[in-house]
């Protein structure tokens, strides 16, 4: 058997701790604590194996990153390695300063996560007072560093309906591109999903907002719409494939094909002390159980799109199903695809608006946005 193309990207949970709470954090539901976190020496040696293996892209993640005091070290060794460096960070720990000597380690690239256009429903939906001025001082510290900026804004049933606000919040900001995604409901999205799930007409305004958006901003601002799965005819390719293009180290070592991975109990799953890198990415158990298109059952594996959307997310399958190897319910060709639109109906009409926020405590708190 040969083994499969390196990975082009590796996301790097560098912890799990982070100040805000969002109720759609793709963190898993039991978050790891700062004890069991990787210490920077093994970092160091995951950068290194990292490139190694071939990986172009280092996408330094968490939680907040920023909350490791060796980020910057962190960033140093991929850069010094010819890793493109890209951090994605809630934006409210980083001054000036701390930003500027990110860029100096190599940093070449920032993704800033926005709640809402408004601060009053932003800070709400984080869980944290104060976070919407914080992270447009934050953007304006990146463009003063002369860093490129994406701002990626979730969007649900909460914030929809200010998707234009959004759009302009982003374009203030100096963005050069914004991602637009729809929650994706796995972790806490899906404890969440009866809070978050939005109506099928606010979808449609959103596609219709994007559209007229990107004609205005043609040239100013790109604008990424990564729909929701729930509305589509086909499912996405998951991560671009399992076990294709990203891999991700959590914080404390794991090497998984998915961020959410760890929710499907049949994988082996190794860690970056059990092997090296390249070897887990090559062989191992967990990234070889749905790697290409023979583990596929019907519909997938009569179908002409197996190979361009791997059959989707096995996460999703999981949780819907009860089984991880089924088709995506997303896909209006699989078996359970009505039940999965029958839930997201239930879940976008019935919904208290209440949620939860993320985080380590035993008693989770809770939340609601205002009204404006
Ligand atoms: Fe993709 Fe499988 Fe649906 Fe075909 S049946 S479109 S391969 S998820
Ligand atoms: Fe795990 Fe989609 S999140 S395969």
């Not at 509305?231 to 399992?242: F, I, V």
């Amino acid at each position: 058997m040969s083994a499969p193309e390196p990975p082009m990207g590796l996301l790097a949970e560098l912890t799990h701790r982070c100040p805000l709470g969002c109720p759609y954090c793709s963190n898993p539901v039991e978050l790891t604590r700062a004890g069991a976190e990787l210490d920077t020496a093994t970092w160091l040696r995951v950068i290194d194996e990292a490139a190694e293996l071939g990986v172009l892209q280092l996408h330094l993640s968490g939680g907040e990153p920023a909350v490791r005091p060796d980020l910057a070290a962190i960033t140093a060794r991929a850069a010094e390695r010819g890793i493109y460096t890209n951090l994605i960070t809630a934006g409210v720990l980083l001054d000036e300063a701390g930003i500027a000597e990110l860029r100096e380690a190599g940093l070449e690239h920032v993704q800033l996560s926005v709640q809402d256009s408004r601060a009053a429903q932003a800070d709400a939906i984080g869980g944290y007072a104060g976070g919407h001025a914080k992270k447009r001082a934050f953007a304006e510290a990146v463009r003063a560093a002369g860093l490129p900026l994406t701002v990626n804004a979730v969007v649900h049933r909460q914030n929809l309906d200010r998707l234009s606000g959004i759009i302009e919040l982003a374009l203030g900001m100096g963005a050069d591109r914004l991602e637009i995604a729809h929650a994706q409901y796995h972790g806490w999205a899906y404890a969440n999903r009866a809070a978050l799930m939005p109506t099928r007409a606010q979808v449609d305004d959103a596609v219709a907002t994007v559209e007229a958006a990107r004609y205005r901003l043609e040239g100013v601002m790109a604008i990424d719409h990564v729909l929701p799965d729930y509305d589509a005819r086909y499912p996405k390719a998951c991560m671009g494939g399992w076990g294709r293009r990203i891999l991700v180290v959590t914080p404390a070592g794991r090497v998984l094909p998915c961020h959410a991975a760890e929710t499907i109990p049949e994988l082996t799953v190794e860690t970056v002390r059990d092997r090296p890198l390249a070897a887990i990415w090559n062989d191992g158990p967990a990234f070889e159980r749905f790697r290409g298109t023979a583990w596929m059952p019907e519909p997938c594996r009569s179908c002409e799109r197996r190979a361009i959307d791997f059959g989707g997310c096995r996460c999703q399958a999981l949780a819907l199903t009860g089984d991880a190897a089924n088709t995506d319910p997303a896909c209006t060709l699989s078996p359970y695809h009505d039940r999965l639109r029958a839930l997201a109906e239930q879940d976008a009409a019935g919904g208290t608006g209440c949620f939860v926020y993320r985080g380590y405590a035993a008693q989770p708190r809770r939340g609601a946005v205002p009204g404006t």
